[in-house]
């Protein structure tokens, strides 16, 4: 089955940036075209962040990371990166990476089956 691995994530100041990334293996875009970027913070649910296509289109974004956060994924790679500028204390949080064999997808979990561990981020 699908393994997704996200890593990037750790400790910034406001105002900072980070990088996450998510390296899928057992996996084709083919059959899971559809890949996102969800997160949890302390005491919440989890929410979805951004979800991208086959191609690498975002085709949501949440309205709290619009314009600060931004989704690429490089299919020979089987990665997908998520870039986070203008960072927020409340964009504390697990970053997880999904994957959907959905064509299209939204910002709900639903159609997500394949998630990997988390990233942590943490902004102070």
């Known amino acids: 089955h699908v393994q997704l691995v996200e890593s990037g994530g750790g400790s910034v100041q406001a105002g900072g940036s980070l990088t996450l990334s998510c390296v899928a293996s057992?996996?084709?875009?083919?059959?899971?075209?559809?890949m996102g970027w969800f997160r949890q913070a302390p005491g919440k649910e989890r929410e979805g962040v951004v979800v991208?296509?086959?191609?690498?289109?975002?085709?949501s974004y949440a309205d709290s990371v619009e314009g600060r956060f931004a989704i690429s994924r490089d299919t020979t790679k089987n990665a997908l990166y998520l870039q986070m500028n203008s960072l927020k204390p409340e964009d504390t949080a697990m970053y997880y990476c999904?994957?959907?064999?959905?064509?299209?997808?939204?910002?709900?979990?639903?159609?997500?089956?394949?998630w990997g561990q988390g990233t942590q981020v943490t902004v102070s």
């Open positions: 991208t296509d086959s191609d690498g289109r975002a085709l």
């Open positions: 999904a994957a959907s064999a959905r064509v299209n997808c939204g910002l709900g979990e639903a159609g997500f089956g394949y």
């Open positions: 057992r996996y084709t875009s083919r059959n899971y075209p559809c």
